[in-house]
């Protein structure tokens, strides 16, 4: 099978997470995707976050209609920091046959000199998103022909045309604005339920 994995903090997941994810199965015919929400990211761990068993049960919610989409708690079982490398050594070995692609951001892929074993990650099959369109000079572009000198398993997915950020969602809920439509209705109602972000 070919596994995509996709990490992330989603304080709160939002209906970006969900294009991305959609999109990537499409484009690039995965059979599923793991959705791994971390307790605690070594590069966010300063930053204040919502208890981890909300982020998992709105993750949870958030996906429950859909069979390519799986949740797991690898990530998010301890407090305890999980690297990106550490990840993918786990699946990686419960499951031999299958094919693993990382799922990261632009941001994410500018900024990875920065992470834990970043050449073992590098190395690896890596499936990089960009919210808007980009073109031939862009630093992403060069980042990523940089990467594939060493690495032809690099793939972009871009034009999502998606602006919609985690840290939107918490902002618009803290000045009481409508969060419809950017937010699964079920992950709307947990975070009425916990009064969450305001």
């Known amino acids: 099978m070919k596994i995509g994995l996709y990490g992330g903090t989603f304080d709160p997941i939002h209906i970006g997470h969900l294009i991305v994810m959609e999109n990537t199965l499409n484009y690039m015919k995965l059979d599923k995707i793991i959705v791994l ?18 982020r998992v049960n709105m993750v949870k919610e958030a996906i429950k209609d859909n069979d390519r989409l799986e949740l797991s708690t690898f990530e998010s079982d301890d407090e305890k920091v999980v690297y990106t490398h550490q990840t993918l050594n786990y699946f990686k070995e419960k499951y031999p046959n299958d094919e693993f692609y990382y799922i990261m951001g632009e941001d994410s892929l500018m900024s990875i000199d920065t992470w834990s074993n970043y050449q073992k990650i590098l190395n690896d099959r890596i499936i990089v998103f960009a919210r808007t369109s ?35 969602i918490r902002s618009l809920v803290k000045e009481k604005k409508s969060i419809k439509y950017l937010v699964p209705d079920p992950v709307i109602k947990i975070i009425e339920e916990y009064k969450l972000y305001v």
């Open 134 to 168: 980009i073109n031939e000079d862009s630093p992403l572009i060069k980042k990523i022909n940089e990467v594939k000198k060493d690495n032809e398993k690099i793939y972009l997915i871009d034009n999502l045309n998606v602006n919609i950020s985690s840290t939107l």
């Open 37 to 54: 929400p971390s307790a605690n990211p070594p590069h966010k761990q300063n930053k204040k976050k919502t208890e981890t068993s909300i």
